[in-house]
């Protein structure tokens, strides 16, 4: 912890410390703004070298958070959340190298038309200078956030939860060296070293130093960061997501992405929360899907319709479902299920309940799936695919700095060119305007 952060017991202290963090990490940025597409290259693929080197290092830090969080009685979600297992590490160091591999978006020039004046006007790709990351749990997130950042031209100053600080700082760590190996400064990638939480008010109102915040956790802190930002903030609030199975539809497939969607994994925010059957399959379907999550103890709170067709399961779980339940991201193994009459009725459910992250159809009708991909209301809509794709790793974006449910520039995972913006270019040969 650095000296700064140490010191940052009073208002005062935790005020300057965030201060020169954001005075650094502005620096820096101007210097990542005009970096060589080699350097930042370089550096990434510094970084997955270290990932797998350092991984006994990495396993000892993380085991430190582990232990303290499950005495803390930390919910099991979250402590799913906090884990960086082998895998998890491979997976952020290929995204180091897919990354690596990517072409350079900074200095495209795009769009470029001659006007009746003589003058050529285009767009040109840039950075957004510096960005703010706020997240819980998750330390693979520290080395998504600090890819990112490198290969678009960005600094970043990070702040993850207090229950990670151990694994963030040792991560942190490593993309400072592989910085500094490539020539590229060492606070383009900033963590925030003290767990006062009053940083974050800092950060979060230092327009001077941070041109945008990006949130990602819980609703309540990023409904906080919305409420109380100076600065753009790049956010989703929930991930309510939906499958529906259509009239038309290859029930083997259905329950073979449906039970993906929902049971691969329960923590993301990518994972199904909410089933939609029509009327015309729920005798044929719901029997079938109700045994695979009995089977996996997953607790399912349907409507009456629904519950009909699930009291023949042995030994399943159910709950009649209560308004709230159709808007509740669980994050856990619960899903709500509704019978709908049709896919009208799926859609304005979807629209009306859903929170706009991902929803999928399962059908064999090509016009219900093009109807479905045009009218839901969502940052991806899937036809005939698990809802857990909805990720910047799978969608070839070599990682995502998070996924968003705005309407900006930036919407669903957002990678490289979610942190960047176009600027106006005009190419002339001394014209004026008459």
Known sequence: MST????????PDLAAYMHTLGEAARAASRLMATAPTAAKNAALLALARRLRNEGAALALANARDLQAAEAAGLAAPLLDRLRLTPAVIATVAEGCEQIAAMPDPIGEITGVKRRPSGISVGQMRVPLGVFGMIYE???NVTIEAASLAIKSGNACILRGGSEALHANQALAALVA???????LPRHAVQLIATTDRAAVGHLITMPEHVDVIIPRGGKGLIERIATEARVPVIKHLDGNCHCYVDAEVDLDLALTVVDNAKTQKYSPCNATESLLVHAAQAAAFLPRIGAVFAAKDVEMRGCAAALEQLAQVRGARLLEASEADWATEYLAPIISIKVVGSLDEAIVHINRYGSHHTDAILTTSHPNAMRFLREVDSASVMVNASTRFADGFEYGLGAEIGISTDKFHAR???????LTSMKWVVLGQGEVRG
């Open 177 to 183: 060296e592989s910085l500094a190996e490539a020539g």
């Open 137 to 139: 749990s998750r330390p």
């Open 4 to 11: 700064a952060a140490a010191a940052a017991g009073s208002a």
């Open 412 to 418: 669903g995972p957002v990678g490289l060119e979610g």
